[in-house]
């Protein structure tokens, strides 16, 4: 979601007329977009600031704005620290993203921060602004905004605001846009996307209208899913609690919805789940994990993980790690908890676990999840893969990283330049737990989105 709105913010100053340039020097306006859910965000940004104010004094006119959930949290604390700072504005402010700079150009100094997103604003719905997207070939579409649960370790609620399902009609319309344009990939995003539409289902009841006409989310990934040209569809993140039978079944149904879910455990202890409120209990996540399983064939599940949550026992921790085994997860994104100022967590600091114990919780469950990953990976040698190419890889610019329906890289070495966004079919070769390689069969589709060719001036 942050990185998004940083494509709504560079989206909304180049059409103001700025031009992104690669090297500060060249700059004048720098703006970070902070999210706090990182890890010493906070020390980051304010040794960023110290930086940047020898930045903002070697040239007049110079600009720095900061926004982003840290800015939403802490907008009195980077005033005090940063006073050089021109922009601070929260996380329902980035659609004024542009006036508020003009505003500090001509007025000095400008704090905007909104509690909450206003409903019928609907410029404040991220997607309806400019954006400047990363990739010509793969498009994030916020479907919803802000979160209505309470998970003891999470600040997203305070920091977004309540949740907001975006209209349906403008999803599928700027879906729509975007295939158009040439993108093959979208992924709706979302803080809890599965409970798309329950707010819209609040308003019609309270209106006296039909709450059967309301939309669900699964009846949007069926639209979605069915625009022609699209070829693949994600989501991101679903919520184990509601989980709906009718969300696996259009999975199952709709050819371009891919075979991978997210599905956050958090715990396998239901005591820790409980002190975390997350609303399920594990056998109820296992369950939900087998109905998925039955229904999309060659499904892969990937999951998040906290380990050493506030009264974690070692028995609590034994259930992380039964649930971890039994769920086979293909990949596992897992954390040693750190307290987030604000959350119901971060209070309870009479139960906080040694950070000793934590480390040693964090290595043994990385064995588990690492184990069932290079299990499901090598289950993949000598299969024809369908995969998007995404270009050359960082490290080594020979070598090309793809993806799979089931989000998973895969690296090859092709004999020639290959387009990115391009679709081609991959032998897998070798596995290991955070990749597979393979050889390149063919490529089946070239991208379809055009590209801009600089001319050069004579
Ligand atoms: S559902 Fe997700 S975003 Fe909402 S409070 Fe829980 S962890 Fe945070």
């Known amino acids: 979601m942050n990185d998004h709105d940083s494509e709504r913010i560079s989206g909304l100053l180049e059409t103001d007329g700025l031009v992104p340039v690669q090297d500060e020097d060249d700059a004048d306006i720098v703006v970070l ?8 965000a906070d020390n980051k940004l304010y040794g960023n600031l110290g930086m940047l104010k020898r930045w903002k004094d070697a040239r007049e006119g110079r600009q720095i704005v900061v926004s982003g959930c840290l800015a939403q949290k802490d907008r009195d604390i980077v005033r005090d620290r940063a006073p050089w700072v021109d922009v601070v504005m929260g996380t329902h402010n980035v659609h004024r ?16 921060i909104l ?17 400047k997207r990363v990739n010509s070939y793969d498009a994030w579409v916020t479907i919803q905004i802000g979160c209505d649960n309470s998970c003891a370790f999470c600040i997203v609620p305070t920091v977004r605001g309540a949740e907001i399902s975006r209209p349906y009609e403008d999803i599928v319309n700027e879906v729509q846009l975007l295939v158009s344009q040439g993108v093959t990939e979208v992924t709706l995003l979302g803080q809890n996307v599965n409970s798309y539409g329950r707010d819209l289902q609040l308003d019609r009841r309270r209106s006296g209208e039909s709450v059967s006409a309301a ?15 699209l070829r693949r569809l ?17 999975m199952a149904e709709v050819s371009s919805v891919c075979e991978h879910l997210h599905y956050p455990l958090q715990s396998g202890s239901d005591r820790m789940l409980a002190m975390m409120h997350r609303g399920y209990s594990a056998r109820r996540y296992l369950e939900k994990i087998v ?42 994104y897992t954390y040693m908890f750190s307290p987030r100022e604000g959350t119901e967590a971060a209070r309870m600091t009479d139960l906080f676990v040694d950070s000793a114990v934590i480390a040693d919780r964090y290595a043994r469950l990385r064995v588990v999840v690492e184990h069932s990953a290079v299990l499901k990976h090598e289950a993949r040698i000598g299969r024809i893969e369908d995969v998007l190419i995404e270009g050359p890889s960082r490290r080594n610019p020979v070598v090309y990283q793809a993806r799979t329906r089931q ?5 090859f070495t092709p004999t020639e330049p290959i387009r990115t966004g391009s679709y081609g079919l991959v032998e897998i070769t070798s596995a290991a737990p955070h990749h597979l390689r393979g050889v390149l069969v063919e490529v089946t589709a070239d991208p379809s989105h055009k590209v801009r060719i600089p001319v050069a001036s004579l």
């Open 215 to 229: 939309p669900r989310f699964s009846e949007l990934l069926r639209e979605v899913g069915s625009i022609e040209g």
């Open 33 to 40: 977009n902070t999210c706090c859910i990182r890890e010493n």
């Open 97 to 112: 993203a542009a006036e508020l700079v003009e505003q500090a150009r001509t007025s000095g100094p400008v704090t905007e």
């Open 234 to 250: 994600r989501f991101v993140s679903p919520h184990p609690k509601d989980m709906r039978p009718e969300t696996f079944a259009t």
């Open 407 to 411: 989000n998973k890289v895969v690296h």
């Open 291 to 332: 109905e998925a399983r039955g229904l999309i064939a060659d499904l892969a599940i990937s999951t998040d993980i906290i380990v050493g949550f506030p009264g974690e026992t070692e028995a609590d921790f034994q259930q992380t790690l039964e649930v971890s085994a039994a769920a086979e997860y293909d990949y596992a």
């Open 115 to 131: 509690q909450e997103a206003v409903l019928d604003d609907h410029a404040m719905f991220p997607s309806a602004l400019p954006a």
